[in-house]
């Protein structure tokens, strides 16, 4: 019997061990933002280790609570949860949005920034003021498009490291993207349907998704643009991605 008892009790600790463990790790909200200096370029993690990376200055506003990570040459940022404890086994689980940006937003491994142009200010302001808690992860590429690398670039990160890691709820994982990233987010969809919850493809079509769906974009009030999916994205999510600041009208 205390022999049965003291395995018990070892089986405890062990499991006891791991969950704080993961808990921890690389993903930090307290991570300091590192901007990319030319004359010092930092080196890369180990081929599929996460890690820590810089960006560049590319915007007219303050992205510091996007920190920079970098994972099989993908760069990309993450926000944290408002209610994010780092350590803390609290029980909680978080949502999370990735957003793939257009064409236009490609860049270098160390600019890491100018993807975050088009709704990453909107999304930042609905973590930062409790409408959305939940993570957003913003990749980004540096050829223009996005491919089958990056897919299963980000679900090794979410299955190796967001829910481990970082108290990510698996099963609220959303992609949404504009234009190019549009076609992005329907690839992904197709790719991973048991990873991803819900989708909002924005100015992109898709001829191999055979799911019969619903989807209107293209309305504009005042300087945004609405979009309106009511098969595709769970009606939580509505309230915070259906509006994208556009370009200025010339």
Do not use: C
């Not at 200096?37 to 990376?53: E, H």
Request: net charge positive; no cysteine.
């Amino acid at each position: 019997m205390k022999q049965l008892y003291r395995l018990l009790l070892s089986f405890a600790l062990i499991i006891s061990a791991f969950v704080v463990k993961a808990q921890t790790g690389v993903l930090n909200p307290n991570d300091p933002i590192v901007v990319y200096n030319a004359a010092s370029p930092p080196t890369q993690p180990a081929w599929g280790t996460l890690g820590k990376w810089v960006k560049t200055n590319r915007l007219n506003w303050t992205s510091t609570s996007f920190k920079a990570y970098i994972y099989k040459g993908m760069a990309f940022r993450v926000k944290f949860p408002k209610s994010y404890q780092y350590g803390v086994v609290d029980g909680k689980k978080y949502p999370v949005i990735i957003f793939f940006h257009g064409v236009g937003e490609k860049g270098t491994i160390y600019d890491n920034e100018f993807q975050l142009y088009h709704g990453g200010q909107v999304h930042m302001n609905k973590v930062d003021n409790g409408d959305f808690d939940g993570f957003l992860i913003y990749p980004q590429n540096t050829d223009g498009f996005f491919g089958a690398g990056h897919y299963s670039n980000l679900v090794e990160l979410i299955n190796n490291y967001f829910v481990p890691q970082a108290k990510v709820d698996i099963n609220r994982i959303y992609v949404e993207g504009l234009s190019g990233g549009g076609s992005a987010t329907w690839e992904m969809i197709i790719g991973y349907p048991k990873i991803v919850a819900g989708a909002s493809p924005i100015s992109a079509a898709s001829l191999s998704f055979k799911t019969p769906s619903t989807l209107l974009n293209g309305h504009r009030s005042g300087s945004s643009r609405v979009v309106w999916i009511p098969i595709l994205i769970p009606e939580p999510l509505r309230k915070y991605i259906m509006l994208l600041p556009l370009p200025a009208q010339t």
